[in-house]
Nanobody, 113 residues
Framework: QVQLVESGGGLVQPGGSLRLSCAAS????????MGWYRQAPGKQRESVAR???????NYADSVKGRFTISRDNAKNTVYLQMNSLKPEDTAVYYC???????WGQGTQVTVSS
């Protein structure tokens, strides 16, 4: 397993942008899949974006065209660039890696005017 630490969350107005970072405790070069999930109050955790070892990406329909996931193997970090944020993007965002599966502690993103 790998330890993951998210950062970059905060309060932003609708239409704004944030970049989340997920720093890993060791090299991510060989980690097959890394991704971002989110959980809003009263809802189940859902996949937002994933990137595999070859750089292929996958996005939830609700964020396509607005969010971009990337991985920097040299910095052992995965990013989530979030643009055109909407109130419905408000949630705790979690970083995930695996296998074997590891989770970060989460970072709060609040989109509100």
């Amino acid at each position: 397993q790998v330890q993951l630490v998210e950062s970059g969350g905060g309060l932003v107005q609708p239409g704004g942008s944030l970049r989340l970072s997920c720093a890993a405790s060791r090299s991510i070069f060989s980690i097959v899949v890394m991704g971002w999930y989110r959980q809003a109050p009263g809802k189940q955790r859902e996949s937002v974006a994933r990137i595999n070892i070859t750089g292929n990406t996958n996005y939830a329909d609700s964020v396509k065209g607005r969010f971009t996931i990337s991985r920097d193997n040299a910095k052992n970090t995965v990013y989530l660039q979030m643009n055109s944020l909407k109130p419905e993007d408000t949630a705790v965002y979690y970083c995930n890696a695996g296998p074997p599966e590891s989770w970060g502690q989460g970072t709060q993103v609040t989109v509100s005017s």
